[in-house]
């Protein structure tokens, strides 16, 4: 018996309208409990009517993605993945219901979406939602986006309903219900994240996508939620976490580096305001200070953020990563080791990476140093590759990295990486981050260019030209950021014109290409970008962190075939 019919035959006189009104201003009690750190309370508050409520089962599902999203903890992202699709099961209830014959008529989906009341309109919005969530876990699990395409049924559904309701909204014909905000604000969520995400896939996927009728404009995406954002609904402060996520983290780790670090104040300014001490707040502005370069007010923030709740440990491990890197940029490897460290013994996203990742920051360590606990590097990087861990049947690519990286140390006499916290803050892009600071980039530049007179000292060995290739990179990015074009210029071509040399780190040459691609494109220099650009796109495969890679390659030609942004507005979020 759906919902509906269970509400008739009980004598509840209460309106689907009203039955709307009173879930939507409870989900939206749940999420500011949510947004105070009080998560339990939220969940709580919700989940009696998460079989009954279509927006109780999206709002507890959406709090238990969130945090799968910003932990990476597998079993964080099962529970968010079976709870999502449990919530999809509650919105068909109150989806209109169709004949065979309707649906053979409407070919799936095209009914007149006017004939709908508001709650069947809702329950549209809803389902569509469910199914984008769950495809945004799937590429959580899985960046190659196999995964991804295997469910483009899914995805298609969901897209192809964000479309039909968003052109429900421009018909003249649209009867705006009592809670029209909300909905409106559902349809700008999903036109904008589809539209945002498609806009960064590379071209290879985009074309498989395109293929069944997909497609995706970048600037009409921001301007979606950015509507979204500042308008005040259920969904703005959804609409905002997804501008902070694409400002501060999918433009430096899927991109060039050119997120809008301005515009991610102005959304997030209200929202600490408001919730001074909630944690998912206070992340977001230790991040935009470090994309700022306030290294030490970034430290400041992410240790306020493990300050202000202890629910929620793997939160923590957000902020602990976060802060390995800090120190990274600054030098101070035992402070960088320490949160690896932490890492490796509390997370379970990637013990592979976590303990390359303390090795490697031991491989830094003066002759003066003293090893923590007595940890050997070589017998730190040997283990690695035992550590491997397979999430939704695929491998993470940053573990894959760290094991083909530490796979050196498995012979009796290893030949030691020369700089391999410095290589592994270039796949996660911090050499963007570090450009703004010229001191930082300064002791960087330092550091590589001691690596670099090490390496010419020691006895040559067959993996020389890839050693002297991963520090030329690190170097050319120092120097371009230093204002030493012709320096770095001279740095990225030497790997393209030793390209035979290297004997294991093919990855170096489509980026070494990429790299000099981008500071071409900063010099206007834009056709001879575009030709790198597609150099490397299309001459090199099966190389370490290719999808990362294609992604960044789409980032400079959307970059390098658009005319400047022009008056692109920006809109604060709206909170009450």
């Not at 201003?25 to 999420?31: N, R």
């Not at 309701?165 to 700008?188: A, T």
């Not at 013990?351 to 606990?373: H, R, V």
Request: glycine share 6%.
């Amino acid at each position: 018996m759906d919902s509906r019919a269970a509400r008739s035959e009980s004598g509840d006189a209460r309106s689907p309208t009203s039955d709307l009104n009173m879930a939507l201003h409870e989900c939206m009690a749940a999420l500011d409990l949510f947004l105070n750190n009080k998560f339990s309370d939220a969940l709580a508050s919700l989940q009696a009517k998460t079989k009954d409520s279509m927006y109780h089962a999206l709002t507890y599902a959406t709090i238990l993605e969130m945090q799968a999203m910003m932990t990476f903890d597998p079993q964080d992202i099962l529970n968010a993945g079976n709870t999502m699709k449990e919530a999809q099961a509650t919105c068909q209830k109150f989806r209109k219901k169709s004949t065979v014959a309707d649906s053979i008529n409407n070919l799936v989906h095209r009914q007149s979406l006017e004939h709908f009341t508001e709650e069947e309109i809702h329950a549209e919005i809803c389902y569509a939602e469910c199914l984008l969530q769950r495809a945004a876990l799937t590429f959580l699990q899985d960046e190659n986006m196999v995964s991804f395409i295997k469910g483009g049924i899914k995805v298609r559904n969901s897209y192809q309903t964000y479309r039909e309701l968003d052109s429900l909204i421009q018909s003249p014909h649209y009867v705006k219900g009592e809670n029209h905000l909300h909905f409106e604000g559902g349809v700008k969520l999903g036109v904008g994240a589809f539209n945002l995400t498609l806009s960064m896939f590379p071209a290879r996927i985009l074309r498989l996508l395109e293929f069944v009728g997909f497609s995706g404009n970048k600037e009409h995406g921001l301007l979606q939620l950015q509507e979204g954002a500042s308008s005040y609904s259920f969904r703005s402060v959804l609409c905002t976490m997804l501008l902070l996520c694409y400002h501060t983290f999918m433009t430096f780790v899927l991109g060039t580096g050119k997120g809008n670090v301005e515009e991610a104040e102005k959304l997030l300014k209200p929202y600490l305001a408001r919730y001074p001490k909630g944690a998912i707040f206070l992340f977001f502005a230790g991040r935009i200070e470090t994309l700022k370069g306030n290294i030490d007010a970034a430290v400041n923030r992410y240790e306020e953020c493990c300050e202000a709740q202890q629910y929620w440990k793997q939160f923590h491990h957000m902020c602990y990563w976060e802060l390995m890197w800090c120190f990274t940029y600054k030098r101070q490897w035992k402070m960088a080791f320490f949160y690896a460290d932490l890492l490796s013994k509390e997370n379970t996203w990637s013990k592979a990476t976590y303990i390359y990742m303390k090795a490697a920051y031991l491989s830094m360590f003066g002759p003066d140093d003293c090893s923590p606990f007595g940890d050997s590097e070589v017998e730190l990087f040997r283990i690695v590759p035992s550590l491997k861990l397979k999430i939704a049947g695929k491998s993470l690519p940053t573990e894959k990295f760290a094991i083909r990286k530490a796979r050196r140390y498995l012979s009796s006499n290893p030949i030691p990486l020369p700089v391999p916290p410095l290589e592994m803050m270039y796949i996660w892009n911090g050499y963007a981050v570090i450009g703004k600071c010229p001191n930082l980039t300064e002791g960087m530049l330092e550091t590589l260019i001691e690596a670099e007179e090490a390496l010419a000292r020691s006895s040559a060995t067959e993996l020389l030209a890839d050693d002297r290739c991963v520090i030329k990179l690190l170097k050319g990015l120092c120097l371009k950021h230093l204002g030493k074009i012709s320096e770095a210029e001279d740095h990225f071509n030497y790997i393209y014109l030793n390209e035979k040399k290297i004997k294991y780190d093919h990855y170096l040459i489509p980026n070494a290409l990429l790299e000099l691609a981008i500071l071409y494109l900063e010099q206007e220099r834009r056709e001879e970008a575009i030709k790198l650009l597609e150099r490397a796109k299309q001459n090199y495969k099966n190389y370490s962190m290719e999808t990362r890679t294609h992604f960044r390659i789409q980032a400079a030609l959307h970059q390098a075939k658009s005319t400047p942004e022009n008056g692109m507005h920006s809109g604060a979020s709206a909170v009450s």
